[in-house]
């Protein structure tokens, strides 16, 4: 199928340019834009995956998270920076 499209000259002057270098023609870049972009899923339902997944891995993470041994990193600056107060 022929395609007529209205683009700015200087695009289409560097995309043909780069072509060119590339060895490639115009209507190939085209072609594989056009497939690159049919083959992205919607963002809705990169969404939906993406909260799939979470739904899936949260109840991993939590049977897997066990209380850390000992102080936090946290009481152990707190206590460090206790000890810089009192000289």
């Known amino acids: 199928m022929k395609v007529t499209s209205d683009i700015p000259d200087d695009l289409y002057r560097t ?3 780069k072509a060119a270098h590339e060895g490639r023609a115009v209507r190939e870049i085209t072609e594989a834009l056009y497939r690159a972009y049919v083959a992205v899923p919607d963002a809705v339902e990169r969404l939906r995956d993406g909260e799939a997944w979470l739904e899936r891995w949260m109840p991993i ?7 850390p041994e000992g102080p936090s990193a946290r009481e152990l600056l707190e206590d460090d920076r206790g000890r810089l107060d009192h000289r």
Request: no cysteine; glycine share 0%; aromatic share 0%.
């Open 15 to 17: 995309v043909k340019a």
């Open 61 to 67: 993470a939590r049977r897997r998270a066990v209380p």
